[in-house]
């Protein structure tokens, strides 16, 4: 028989290894990613900021094995000016060669979504795992969320006098709380919280460079901003963009320009969101389903909120956490 408990350090090898087993098929990691996968599990899902004794990541455990495990990370928010208590599903996995995989599977997504949060999310989910999600009662698709657009070696132009300038830490905070405050559901972020994901979203160099960008236009006003990774290899993948009223242009213009000149890949991925959809049809971007974005709560207030235009949520409270 297994059993679920509360994850600890001394699991970490045997995580790293489900990991290799479950998501990479065993295939080896490069030695930068192999580094991340031990801080991530030997170190990070115990120091991060929002770190909650009552949300622990979870393990299904037989016989001394670990097989399956999920990472609960803790990602505060406030609906309507009342604190909510987010807990996002992060790396869920089993061994799929175990017969018992279906049966972890299923119990830690149940204890997962059973715990003392208000709403569960699963920000990065593929079909399979959307399918057990809305088996259970409470959960919703979050739909703009769940829809990603891709732009292939788009030819733009910049803007005359617009211009981008870096965004520190503390610039990114002023962004995302400017960015959020017209939304009734907003992440809570502070200036401790932003500099540790800042930093943590850097350390994950297999992912490429992290851009953080300020785009102004020619009277130094701020139009726009952006969080993505500039990766040579794949595809660059968007964390969080915003552009004020007619800017969406010409803040995908130099989001385009900025990935083209820091050696990115021709392929940029992101998140729809409505303000930017005519900006990117002129661009020719694709849209596809997926990867699923999925919210649960017994308070159905919750996940309509979500489900809405009410909510301000991006990448940066997702699975890149």
Not at 137 to 144: A, D, I, K, N, R
Not at 226 to 249: F, H, I, M, Q, T
Not at 305 to 315: E, F
């Amino acid at each position: 028989m297994g059993g679920i408990r509360p994850y600890e350090p001394g699991d970490a090898a045997q995580v790293v290894a489900l990991h290799e087993r479950s998501m990479l098929h065993g295939a080896a990691p490069s030695p930068e990613f192999s580094a991340y996968l031990e801080a991530f599990y030997g170190k990070t899902l115990f120091t991060h900021p929002w770190v909650d004794d009552e949300l622990p990541s979870l393990v299904y455990e037989a016989d001394g094995d670990v097989l399956g495990f999920v990472a609960v990370v803790p990602r505060p928010a406030v609906f309507e000016g009342r604190p909510v208590r987010v807990a996002t599903s992060v790396r869920f996995m089993v061994d799929h060669a175990d017969s018992r995989a279906g049966m972890a599977a299923a119990a830690l997504h149940m204890r997962f979504v059973r715990g003392p949060q208000d709403v569960s999310v699963v920000e990065n989910s593929n079909a399979l795992s959307r399918r057990v999600w809305e088996g259970t009662p409470g959960t919703v698709v979050l739909p703009t969320t769940s829809v990603s657009w891709t732009l292939d070696a788009p030819t733009v132009s910049t803007t005359d006098g617009w211009g981008t300038r870096p965004a520190d830490d503390e610039e990114m905070l002023a962004r995302v709380e400017e960015s959020a405050r017209p939304y009734d559901w907003q992440p809570r972020y502070d200036a401790g919280s932003m500099s540790w994901l800042m930093g943590f979203l850097e350390s994950a160099h297999y992912r490429g460079e992290l851009l953080r960008r300020v785009v102004v236009d020619p009277r130094g006003r701020v139009r726009g901003w952006y969080a993505v990774y500039a990766n040579p290899a794949g595809y660059n993948g968007v964390l969080a963009l915003r552009a004020a009223a007619g800017a969406a242009g010409p803040v995908l213009a130099h989001l385009v320009t900025d990935l083209r000149e820091a050696g990115g890949s021709p392929r940029t991925v992101g998140r729809l969101q409505p303000e930017l959809m005519s900006a990117l049809e002129a661009l020719g971007a694709t849209v596809s389903l997926g990867p699923w974005a999925l919210a649960h709560s017994r308070d159905p207030r919750l996940t309509t909120a979500l489900t809405g235009n009410g909510a301000y949520v991006t990448r940066l409270e997702g699975e890149f956490c």
